[in-house]
């Protein structure tokens, strides 16, 4: 099976909780881009975030290798330059290979645990 | 990249916790509609309420900048009416340029958190 | 705007977990199909519901009238039968109307809250 | 209603929280992929898993019988491998019967309750 997927997709809600970073990195609130490369040609994704009253970011530059998942941590990309906490923004994934996107959301805020997961929106092209 | 998104977008489910509104406003149980505006044009959005035993209230308006994400609140949304909390609603949000929408809700009720999300439904037009 | 929606939607998961059913009834563990009929004509809804190791039941029929929003509880399902808990369903909504479809579960056991949504799957036709 | 669904289905996220596992089976953290078969005839599932840093695993093989659903249990996979806790993974879900796919994932690490859960991508073929 080839294709599988769309090369660009849009994730609308967006936003790290301010928390406590000496926890355990895995339990430190965060959101995840989750993008499956099914097919034989590495991507090469590129990232733009758009905030609510500045100019968008990015784009932030990864690869997701032939037959991998990569499931990004929008906390730890930090090269054109870091995603402040406590922020809303949203993010425009760009691929030159089809890949399939969710969206996953971990808040550990209060000691707890809540989670958020959705599809991606694909755009057609 | 442009025409990113719909024009018109559904989110079926919508609920307002009671809650005890005392608290940090970012902790205060809410739903918010994610918007992105990934094109060059200013979007005007209406969005209009329905419920479950009286006729549909609004339009409520806003402007989703160019390059901009809006992160909105529907318990923040006042003109011209606010929606009651512990009541069943939908939303019908139609924008004149494309956009793309995202729903989420954050229940804290009884001093945990939990939270939803979803991409709204996409109208073909 | 009209034909907002689709006439086939099918949740996939389904599941009501076991829990106390003395707590207050918007807390008790439940799930809900929130159907938005944004058109000018009463929706007439049959729901058909199958299980993991015996023949589908239904259809469960509800009408989801002219712009109205109904977020339909399946634990209050009971003609023809009703939902067990703790076992394993998924659902087919069937219109003759469009509507909008979303799948939302709240679990309360324990004593906190967990919630999940997501747009339903919306079958062309 | 027939070919309700499609053959073939991504889920991009995928993770099972490490977790003690002589709590209650239904409590342990989990996910599951929800496959309703609303069809007349049994469904023949393969299952995919990729990885971020080896080769794709399986195909597992499920069956989901005609008017029936399956809510597999990633963490209930033994052949030909065990899907490791505390690991990225994402899977490609090909039937070849048309079915509709959910993904759900219960997190009870700390004690408490976090849910979330998707549509999963559907493959236009």
Chains 1, 2, 3, 4 share one sequence.
């Not at 733009?48 to 100019?55: G, L, N, S």
Request: proline share 7%; aromatic share 6%.
């Amino acid at each position: 099976v080839q294709n599988i997927g769309k090369k660009i997709w849009v994730i609308a809600e967006g936003y790290l909780p301010p928390d406590d970073l000496t926890k355990s990195h895995q339990l430190v609130s965060h959101e995840t881009a989750c993008m499956l490369n099914a097919g034989d040609v590495d991507a090469n994704v590129a990232i733009k975030i758009f905030y609510k009253d500045r100019d968008p970011a990015g784009p932030f530059k990864v690869i997701v290798p032939a037959h991998r998942t990569l499931h990004l941590r929008f906390d730890g990309l930090t090269d054109p330059e870091t995603i402040p906490r406590d922020c809303d923004y949203s993010s425009l994934i760009i691929s030159d290979q089809p890949i399939v996107v969710q969206h996953t959301r971990l808040d550990s805020r209060g000691g707890g645990l809540a989670l958020l997961s959705t599809i991606a929106y694909p755009v057609e092209t």
